[in-house]
T-cell receptor, first 112, second 111 residues
């Protein structure tokens, strides 16, 4: 069966500090991978979407970036965090031929 | 513009009640539809897909009305464990990158 894990689960970072969230998927190959953000009182916002290694689409302009160095690894990064980057970050995966996705446990980021 | 609208609730119901949520979507070209469940401070989890003919999974029934562009979720015999936020999700492009999530409807089932 397929599993998805992301870490860290919770972090508190000062404004201007860097960020790295990591996500891995097991039990499948060549999945589509996603990063979403869910801010308080708001819906899920798609940040990045990847259909393969080094193939990443950015959905919104921001100070975040994503990388996919391996088939089942997806990393979300920032060089300098802003207060507005606080939120619940979710990694997700989906089958290439499928039309829905499955989420990791999420990472709570508080920028102070 | 592609939007998915839900009543945010909260819906406060007693155990055993039947509760229904509706969701409207703006893009008539939307191709597939889902309900996710999200517990407090947890990730969303797929509850069920929504088919044109309607579908049922135990106490949960999902229906799609393409003409009116709305989706519904009916929960019968509510349990305390049903308390969560229910997200309506529409795929308007046939690939996962085109998923639009509603903001969710919060359900609280009371003893």
């Amino acid at each position: 069966s397929q599993t998805i894990h992301q870490w860290p689960a919770t972090l508190v970072q000062p404004v201007g500090s860097p960020l790295s969230l990591e996500c891995t998927v097991e039990g499948t190959s060549n999945p589509n991978l996603y990063w979403y953000r869910q801010a308080a009182g708001r819906g899920l916002q798609l940040l990045f979407y990847s259909i393969g290694i080094d193939q990443i689409s950015s959905e919104v302009p921001q100070n975040l970036s994503a990388s996919r160095p391996q088939d089942r690894q997806f990393i979300l990064s920032s060089k300098k965090l802003l207060l507005s980057d606080s939120g619940f970050y979710l990694c997700a995966w989906g089958w290439n031929s499928g039309n829905t996705i499955y989420f990791g446990e999420g990472s709570w980021l508080t920028v102070v | 513009r592609k939007e998915v609208e839900q009543d945010p609730g909260p819906f406060n119901v007693p155990e055993g009640a039947t509760v229904a949520f509706n969701c409207t979507y703006s893009n008539s070209a939307s191709q597939s539809f889902f309900w996710y469940r999200q517990d407090c401070r947890k990730e969303p989890k797929l509850l069920m897909s929504v088919y044109s003919s309607g579908n049922e999974d135990g106490r949960f029934t999902a229906q799609l009305n393409r003409a009116s562009q709305y989706i519904s979720l009916l929960i019968r015999d509510s349990k305390l464990s049903d308390s969560a936020t229910y997200l309506c999700v529409v795929n308007y492009g046939g690939s996962q990158g085109n998923l639009i999530f509603g903001k969710g409807t919060k359900l609280s089932v009371k003893p």
